[in-house]
């Protein structure tokens, strides 16, 4: 990730594509992501942990011969296809994984957020090496390091521990969700994740018609991820034993500040001080949303679950903000995607407020509770 979404566009633009087809290869990344996860999370509630693992190392080994073959492929309509293969063996364990973390955060083992932040820590790490490698045409070599990756993932999935955790039982005492509020989250989520199409798809371009260099959008991708990597490990008890109508609806309403914010302000000073609003639009909005689709969830139906999540926010609703904002670039500019995804946030706030309420309880009740 720490390679992919900043540098992934720049290497698009080397290989002579315009704005609107980069958009699209872009999207394609994300669009995996509406495929893969639903399948994978109902493999998790159905199959066996061992040959899951086994799947996650063989996808993440066929991923990287694919970031291997781009570079080969003449016809923009291939390199399409190749890219949305390598999409969906690369999101087909996102969901489990996560689903796993927070099995083992619910149960009060772990912190989701601190396990979260290492994912964090790695790509600061690779975005930071990635800002000092990929100087003028060095660009060239970003497939080989993606599959370098891929290759290190599939080695780390075979030490994964088994999958069939069972699940925590449903924060609720009906054991059911509330009505209508796994729909609610779902459509949140994708207006969140649609919002951060502009971010994901142009922002590092957007640095450069700015004039700043490689190394500069690197440091700024790390700001962000440094901000939300200091919400995760500080505030992630705090966020679980919140009220996610509040925790949300503040969330969106920085993810508006933001985009606004980027479109309007040039400076060094700002665009820093706005990288640190990443700690609301992603890390708080995530932990939150995810921490409740898994207490709504039907207690055989966790990883299914968080694979519909994930695969309408992370998936659905990623591609289309990506290729939304590449359609509209040329013509409409930069500033107007960024005003629209600001909307897009806003848009979201209602479905919030129509969810139910919880009344914020301490880390420790929360704990109890689990237990």
């Not at 990344?29 to 159905?46: E, Q, T």
């Not at 903000?321 to 600001?342: D, E, F, S």
Request: net charge positive; proline share 5%.
């Amino acid at each position: 990730m720490g390679l992919i979404l900043p540098f992934f566009p720049l290497w698009l633009q080397q290989q002579g594509l315009n704005l609107a087809t980069i958009g699209i290869m872009t999207g394609l990344l994300a669009a995996g992501k509406i495929i893969a996860p639903p399948i994978a999370g109902w493999l998790a509630d159905h199959g066996e942990g061992k040959r899951l693992i086994r799947m996650i190392s063989m996808s993440s080994m066929l991923a990287a011969l694919l970031a291997l073959l781009w570079p080969w492929i003449p016809f923009p309509t291939l390199l399409a296809a190749a890219i949305l293969l390598f999409s969906l063996l690369w999101a087909s364990s996102l969901p489990l994984a996560d689903q796993l973390a927070l099995s083992i955060s619910e149960s009060g083992h772990r912190s989701y957020g601190r396990l979260r932040a290492f994912g964090s820590l790695g790509f600061v790490v690779a975005s930071s090496i990635g800002g000092w490698v990929f100087r003028g045409a060095n660009i060239t070599t970003l497939p080989w390091w993606i599959a370098a990756m891929m290759l290190v993932t599939a080695i780390a999935g075979r030490g994964f521990p088994q999958t069939n955790l069972p699940p925590h039982q449903p924060h609720h005492t009906n054991n059911q969700p509330p009505a209508g509020a796994f729909g609610r989250l779902i459509t949140t989520g994708f207006l969140m994740q649609a919002s951060h199409g502009a971010y994901y798809g142009f922002f590092s371009l957007y640095l450069l018609q700015l004039g700043y260099s490689s190394w500069h959008i690197g440091i700024y991708w790390v700001i962000g991820v440094l901000a939300e990597v200091v919400l995760m490990w500080l505030a992630s008890d705090w966020l679980h034993a919140s009220d996610p109508r509040k925790v949300l609806t503040v969330c969106l309403l920085l993810a508006a500040v933001r985009w606004v914010g980027i479109g309007a302000v040039s400076s060094w000073w700002g665009l820093g001080l706005l990288q640190l609003l990443h700690a609301a639009s992603f890390a708080a909005f995530h932990i939150t949303a995810l921490v409740w689709v898994q207490r709504w969830a039907p207690r055989n139906r966790a990883a299914s679950a968080q694979g519909w999540f994930s695969a309408t926010g992370f998936g659905l609703g990623s591609t289309v903000g990506i290729m939304g904002c590449g359609w509209l670039v040329k013509p409409a500019g930069y500033h107007a995607i960024w005003w629209l995804c600001a909307a897009l946030a806003l848009a979201a706030i209602p479905f919030v407020l129509g969810l139910p309420k919880h009344h914020a309880t301490t880390i420790a009740e929360t704990n109890n509770e689990r237990r």
